[in-house]
Structures are given as C-alpha cells and as structure tokens.
T-cell receptor, first 114, second 115 residues
Framework: DTAVSQTPKYLVTQMGNDKSIKCEQNLGHDTMYWYKQDSKKFLKIMFSYNNKELIINETVPNRFSPKSPDKAHLNLHINSLELGDSAVYFC?????????????FGAGTRLSVL | AQKITQTQPGMFVQEKEAVTLDCTYDTSDPSYGLFWYKQPSSGEMIFLIYQGSYDQQNATEGRYSLNFQKARKSANLVISASQLGDSAMYFCATSLYNQGGKLIFGQGTELSVKP
C-alpha cells in the first residue's frame, strides 16, 4: 500500500533509446510532480500537473514529455536519451490545504544512459 | 527569486546528542512554506517537518524541531537524541503559496551519527 509508487526502480539503457517512467499515487492528491536529482544530489523540479492539467513546466528539453491520464497517475516519457539524462527521477504528490502543500515522494527511478 | 542555502556539506554527531542543521532562505514573498526532507542511503525522500511563514510557533515532529527565525530568514532543523538511523542526507526546501507547490531545494547536508 505504498503511497507514491514509481516503476521501474532502475533503468539502464543505451543512448538514443526512448524510455518511460510510471508514477501512481493512492493518496487522493490533486497535484503530482517530477523532480530530477543529479549526480551532485541537487534536486530540481521538472513538471507539475494538477488534476491532469500541466501547471509547471520548467526549462526541460522537449525530449521529456509528461503525461497524466488521470489525477492518480503521472508518467514521464523521454525520447532520444542522452548521457546527461542519467540521474535519479522522483515523482511526488501533494494536496494543498490553505497554502500548506506537503509533497510526498516516490522511491525514485535511477536512470543510467550508456 | 527564491533561494535556499545549506552551508554545511557534512556534519558529524555523537549518538544520543542533539544536532542542528543550518538552512537560510531568500524570498521577497511573505507567503511561503519551509520543509525538511531526509534522504537515507537507500535513496528515498522522506518528509520530516513543515513550517508556514505565518505560523507563530516553531514546528515540532517527534525528535525533529524547526528553529524558525523569520527576521534572519533561517529555518534550522534540530534533531534531538540522535540515532544511528539518522545518518542520511538532509534537504531544506521552500515553496511559495501561489506557485503550485514548486519546491526549491538546498544543496543538502550529509549527517553522520557516530556510535
């Protein structure tokens, strides 16, 4: 009964391939996010969806495309993978209550591009 | 623009002692939240504690407390009675109330608890 679950946990692939990471939350939250953690452990937001609507789209290459089929799911598709895409990708979800917006994270997906 | 600064890349603490992890933030917006997350070596991100900018009292959650000094723009995390399981990376973060929950993270502090 994991609250925010991501699959796969590890992803090893060749440069130029296309891959997807799936995320599901069972917390009933309206908002879901994707964050990237680089090799220096720095975390940066990539996207955010609220009730299937894109609300945050940071300066991320067009090769990254989020898709939210419903408010409990937010998937991340990456085209033409590059070496620099190697990182840990975290999904998170939250429900804002009077300005308080605590995000709960999935376990992360470690992507290695060879 | 918002910014979070954690000036301690690494910290050591003796088991059962208290430790303070520093965090300063920079924002001109009066409505914001401050967060601390723990990332153990297993990699997951665990929410620890939250402080709203309008909260009058410092937040506490079990052994965690947030020393919120608004005028100094600091939000230090205090862990009391450190345990070996507290060894992890700790991230301070902030978000504005009107920016859809976008979290801005600091660089992190790696805490090692010595037996």
């Amino acid at each position: 009964d994991t609250a925010v679950s991501q699959t796969p946990k590890y992803l090893v692939t060749q440069m130029g391939n296309d891959k997807s990471i799936k995320c599901e939350q069972n917390l009933g939250h309206d908002t879901m996010y994707w964050y990237k953690q680089d090799s220096k452990k720095f975390l940066k937001i990539m996207f955010s969806y609220n009730n299937k609507e894109l609300i945050i789209n940071e300066t991320v290459p067009n090769r990254f495309s989020p898709k939210s089929p419903d408010k409990a799911h937010l998937n991340l598709h990456i085209n033409s993978l590059e070496l620099g895409d190697s990182a840990v990708y975290f999904c998170a979800s939250s429900q804002e209550i009077r300005g308080k917006n605590i995000q709960y994270f999935g376990a992360g997906t470690r992507l290695s591009v060879l | 623009a918002q910014k979070i600064t954690q000036t301690q890349p690494g910290m050591f603490v003796q088991e059962k002692e208290a430790v303070t992890l520093d965090c300063t933030y920079d924002t001109s917006d009066p409505s914001y939240g401050l967060f601390w997350y723990k990332q153990p070596s297993s990699g997951e991100m665990i929410f620890l504690i939250y402080q709203g900018s309008y909260d009058q009292q410092n937040a506490t959650e079990g052994r965690y407390s947030l020393n919120f000094q608004k005028a100094r723009k600091s939000a230090n995390l205090v862990i009391s009675a450190s345990q070996l399981g507290d060894s992890a990376m700790y991230f301070c973060a902030t978000s504005l109330y009107n920016q859809g929950g976008k979290l801005i993270f600091g660089q992190g502090t790696e805490l090692s608890v010595k037996p």
